[in-house]
């Protein structure tokens, strides 16, 4: 059985990558990270959602950047990086934000409730 703060703590995995993306400029994987490197070796519950939110927070900044390249190779302003920031890229990095957000608060849905999460096609760099 999985504690209230366990479950709390595994919530907290998810919902401050989101606003850890939101707030950090994609750096989103910084909540996850510290939470998880603290309490992984205390509960199979926080070890399993945290590494999973890492994973997922870790995948949208590399497509993040990745976004970022091809739209500056597609402006041809590589060389000037605030080129990228007009207004016909940022419903690309919106839109990417607004699934951040949207699997994250389900995937926090669900540590609350005690469950597992498994974020739909991602790459699990952290095992």
């Known amino acids: 059985m ?3 703060q366990e479950k709390w703590l595994a919530f907290a995995c998810h919902i401050g990558g989101a606003i850890g ?3 950090l400029a994609n750096l989103g994987f ?9 309490k992984r ?5 926080v070890d399993q959602h945290g590494k999973e939110a890492l994973n997922f927070q ?3 900044l590399l497509l993040g950047l990745l976004l ?3 739209l500056s190779l597609l402006r ?5 990086p605030l080129h990228i920031l007009e207004w016909h ?11 951040n957000i949207i699997l994250s608060v389900l995937a926090g849905i669900e540590a609350y409730n005690g469950k597992p999460y498994y974020y739909p096609y991602i790459v699990r760099i952290v095992r």
């Open 89 to 99: 890229s940022l419903p690309w990095f919106s839109a990417l934000l607004l699934i």
């Open 41 to 45: 070796h205390e509960s199979p519950h």
């Open 68 to 70: 970022y390249l091809v």
């Open 30 to 38: 910084v909540v996850p990270l510290v939470l998880w490197l603290a």
């Open 58 to 60: 870790l995948n949208m």
């Open 76 to 80: 041809g302003s590589a060389l000037r």
């Open 21 to 23: 993306a939101v707030l």
């Open 2 to 4: 999985t504690s209230e």
